[in-house]
């Protein structure tokens, strides 16, 4: 919605200006670091230090920087819908109902004292009556089109509506100029309605910003506004509070509501020294965080950041209208010129009034505003339909390119598996079941390998109090040590080999990571490790398939015979595995020189410059790598890949929706435009034309936030994932510590070896 007093009205589209909430702690220029806070235009994700990441060599292909907030939007010809909360539309900036309700009142009287004729309604009195109602919702429009002129910005809908009414109040068309400016107004209302529906999701996420916080210093308790909170200092967080900063949790274990961050609704549980960050809501006791980030360097604050940005970014349809009204304005006043002048000189019973009228209704019918108004909230309420169901679009131009794909791209670990070992087979020999775990479990809580952390959180509490001595790690083999009176050796075959322990041959066919296990120097069985498919993940690949995706591809570092196997698993086409990033981005390449339309989805720091090479780079964890995430176009939150398919099912409506205004606005005023030209619309007519039709328009862009994007046959929310005790999108141990996979020292038959 524009504000005509605004000095700088064609500056000021940038939806994401649209998002200036008083106190609710919204992201500003001071909370971002002092390199973001001066980047030019096209510098990544603001808040982000790049201090604290290496991307040399790390570049954003054409068309993927995030707009600067103060210069994102430059292009609506005259048509502003920035100043969101701080508008009005006449004096009374507190009610912007009040004063076109007075002008409404007015015209309505004014109509009846006309149509009843009476005496004192005549002359000056008449014009001075419909001048008010006219001033109480025109002047600022007015004033808008005078002010525009210096910046060069002269062809505008202001300008339009100015000319358009004043010159009905030039030839004594008072009712038809005040309706005409009125309605316009009531129009700009709505339009404010809706935008004020469309951002709501995004105002929740913005409201998940703690405005205070209780700093514990010198022993005393201390309440700070978190921005004066540093690293070190140690937070306070009652029952019920959200958590101001990111942390680490000085005593556990404590259980926190994550729904504001990930969209899940299921508590998660932290234990002393694991992350806590800004957003999470503390659920039972008094907790301690030790404060680990800057109040504008949290991954909230980044989030945050990322959501702003977003509607800075235009579509291709956007940029097309933009540009369109450009060429239309000036094109629609020299008709209307000449509508008036022609006729002079052709027509025999030449009246000047009535073909001025006619050039004045042509005006109106020819107001781009169902188009300049209708496009931008109609994509930006898909961007806010994506945020409620957890996706953050980076721009509107994302949600064009995502419903263009024809491939998708995909990492494994992380993306498409949970991320984190787990015991996915027992298998005892000689021993029971139960024996062997308790054995094997509290030898392995000798060792910090991932592959151990994984059975010792299997086993349990039944690992705990067992007595372990003389522990010996075997360089590339595994442990020996003596456990409850038994003499134990966990690890690999190449460890029973070595201490001449004979075991079935087929173990060595188990493409799992495993762990084999000895008692007293008889073979007692394995347990196989490995990174289980997410609960949607095959899901994902139907759903995908059904939604017109000809091309599904898996990517991934693991050896290639497990990766296979979760790919005949899944249903997936295609599938790579044993790859360096260097050949994931080879083989996107690939794709892209057929002629491919691609999304590759990835969650680690090593699918940074994959995603980067895209056209539409998603990052599956909205609070994991932070170079994954600023490098993405499309942030999921929830860490399930069949938000994906939730983000097409968006991107086409959306794209269906904007289609639809444009036909509707093209139609309606290509009629009445040539009726207005040909004496046969009044002034009326030109008011349903222009004001009508952006009506219509915006109520169907509000059509984008009511509709289901939950696929057929399934619940909207997708029940998340086991626990692993790692923070939402963290990093998993597989990710975080790939080198120790490859090259550590220890004993597990891992396939990545």
């Known amino acids: 919605m524009p504000d005509p007093t605004s000095p700088n009205t064609d500056e000021e589209l940038n939806t994401a200006k649209q998002v200036q909430l008083e106190n609710v702690g919204a992201l500003n220029r001071d909370q971002l670091t002092p390199e973001a806070a001066t980047a030019p235009e096209g510098h990544d994700v603001p808040g982000h230090d790049h201090a604290e990441h290496d991307h040399s060599g790390h570049h954003h292909p054409a068309g993927k920087k995030v707009v600067d907030l103060g210069a994102a939007a430059d292009e609506h010809a005259g048509h502003d819908h920035g100043s969101g909360d701080d508008h009005d539309h006449g004096p009374a900036g507190d009610n912007p109902y009040l004063w076109p309700g007075v002008s409404f009142a007015l015209l309505l009287a004014g109509i009846a004292l006309d149509y009843y004729k009476v005496g004192f309604f005549t002359g000056y009195v008449r014009l001075v009556w419909y001048g008010i109602a006219f001033l109480l919702v025109g002047w600022k429009v007015i004033r808008s089109a005078v002010q525009s002129i210096p910046s060069g910005n002269v062809f505008n809908e202001f300008l339009l509506m100015s000319i358009a009414t004043l010159g009905a109040f030039a030839i004594g068309e008072y009712p038809e100029g005040v309706a005409v400016m009125l309605f316009y107004t009531v129009g700009e209302l709505f339009q404010d309605a809706a935008v004020n529906r469309a951002k709501r999701s995004i105002k929740a996420l913005l409201e998940i910003q703690a405005t205070e916080v209780t700093v514990i210093r010198n022993g005393q308790s201390v309440v700070l506004d978190p921005k004066e909170v540093v690293v070190g200092d140690t937070i306070e967080v009652k029952p019920g509070e959200k958590v101001a900063l990111d942390g680490t949790l000085a005593k556990g274990p404590a259980s926190f509501n994550t729904a504001a961050l990930t969209g899940e609704s299921v508590p998660q549980t932290k234990q002393t020294g694991e992350p806590v960050l800004a957003g999470m809501v503390n659920l039972e006791s008094l907790i301690q965080v030790a404060v680990t980030a800057n109040y504008k360097d949290t991954k909230l604050a980044k989030i945050l950041a990322m959501v702003q940005d977003a509607v800075g970014r235009k579509a291709k349809t956007q940029q097309f209208i933009t540009k369109f009204a450009k060429i239309y304005t000036p094109i629609v006043v020299l008709l209307a010129v000449l509508l008036v002048a022609v006729p002079a000189v052709v027509v025999d019973d030449y009246v000047f009034r009535d073909w001025l009228y006619r050039a004045l209704v042509f005006l109106v019918i020819s107001c781009p505003c169902a188009l300049v108004i209708s496009i931008p909230l109609g994509y930006f309420g898909g ?174 570092g693991d050896k290639d015979s497990i990766v296979q196997r979760v790919a005949r698993e899944l249903g997936i086409d295609e599938a790579h595995g044993g790859l360096l990033p260097e050949d994931k981005a080879r083989y996107v390449q690939q794709y892209k020189d057929a002629g491919r339309k691609l999304a590759f989805v990835g969650d680690g720091v090593n699918d940074a410059p994959v995603v980067a090479l895209a056209d539409v780079g998603i990052a599956m964890g909205g609070l994991g790598s932070d170079a994954t995430i600023e490098t993405a176009d499309v942030v999921i939150q929830t860490d399930h890949p069949s938000k994906i398919a939730t983000a097409r099912r968006i991107a086409r409506a959306t794209h269906r929706v904007v289609w639809q205004n444009i036909w509707l606005a093209f139609i309606v005023k290509g009629i009445v435009l040539a009726l207005g030209a040909g004496g046969l619309a009044t002034m009326w007519e030109a008011v349903f034309a222009d004001v009508g039709v952006a009506l219509l328009a915006i109520l169907n862009a509000v059509r984008i936030q009511r509709m289901d994007y939950a696929t057929p046959g399934t619940t909207k929310a997708v029940a998340p994932a086991p626990s692993t005790g790692a923070g939402p999108g963290q990093a998993s141990v597989v990710e975080s510590m790939p080198q120790q996979l490859r090259q550590g020292p220890h004993h597990h038959n891992d396939p990545a070896a």
């Open 383 to 556: 961007i806010g339909a994506a945020s409620k169901a957890g996706i953050l679009f980076k721009g509107s131009n994302f949600l064009d390119v995502m419903r263009e794909l024809d491939t998708v791209v995909m990492d494994k670990t992380g993306t498409l598996t949970q991320g984190v070992f787990a015991v996915q087979q027992v298998q005892p020999v000689g021993v029971e079941q139960a024996q062997l775990l308790r054995l094997v479990g509290a030898l392995e809580t000798k060792s910090t390998h991932p592959i151990a952390k994984a059975v010792v959180g299997h086993v349990g509490p039944a690992a705990t109090g067992v007595t372990v001595e003389n522990v010996e790690e075997i360089s590339g083999h595994g442990l020996r040590g003596r456990v409850d009176g038994h003499d134990v050796l966990a690890g690999n075959t190449k460890l029973l080999t070595k201490f001449n322990v004979a075991y079935p041959a087929e173990v060595d066919q188990i493409q799992d990571s495993i762990v084999v296990a000895a008692v007293d120097g008889q073979y007692a069985g394995y347990l196989t490790v490995a990174d289980a498919p997410k609960e949607d993940a095959a899901r994902t690949v139907q759903e995908l398939r059904a939604d017109g995706i000809t091309k599904i591809v898996m990517l991934s």
